[in-house]
């Protein structure tokens, strides 16, 4: 069923009452079981391309990304540059998280995205936006991420959550978010 796994998770994540803003921008309209619709605020994707789909029944992990921009930057510039530049069917990621604690939905989790390079079919891509090389996450941003991974291990078998640095030679999510990071999952 259609975003059956993002379902699960937004109705986690509005139970967990944290007050963070919570938006679509899969393409799809979501209705949760109580009847809330997530409307869907689409971002730029290609006409032709696709992300395939994978089974994420079995184990799967998680890396956590930042943008390396500014803290404002919109979704929509990140996407636009992954379709129009780098020629990706869509945004690299599976959900976004803003300083302001924001949490965005971006692509089905079932989909095989390119975040992570050598990684991607087994993981899930969450990017915090900003350059957290040179400035420090929020308290908010951080909760957000702690109550994302959190409902991800409720609703799948999450087997590791580790930095894309941890993966491969890149900076990637940055050393201050990586070290916060650390402090929440270890
Ligand atoms: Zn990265």
Known sequence: ????????????????????????????????????????????????????????????NITIHHTAGPENASLESIAKFHVEKRGWPEIAYHIAINQDGAIHFLNEIEERTYHDSGQNTNSIGIVLVGNFETTEPSAAMLYSVKLVTESLCKVLNITSIRGHRDTSPTLCPGVNAYNQLETIFY
């Open 1 to 60: 069923m259609k975003n059956r796994i993002i379902k699960a998770l937004a109705t986690l994540l509005i139970a967990a009452g944290s007050g963070a803003a919570i938006y679509n921008n899969t393409g799809t309209d979501i209705t949760l079981a109580d009847g809330t619709t997530l409307e869907s605020q689409d971002l730029t994707k290609s006409l032709t391309k696709h992300y395939q789909l994978r089974d994420v029944s079995a184990a799967i």
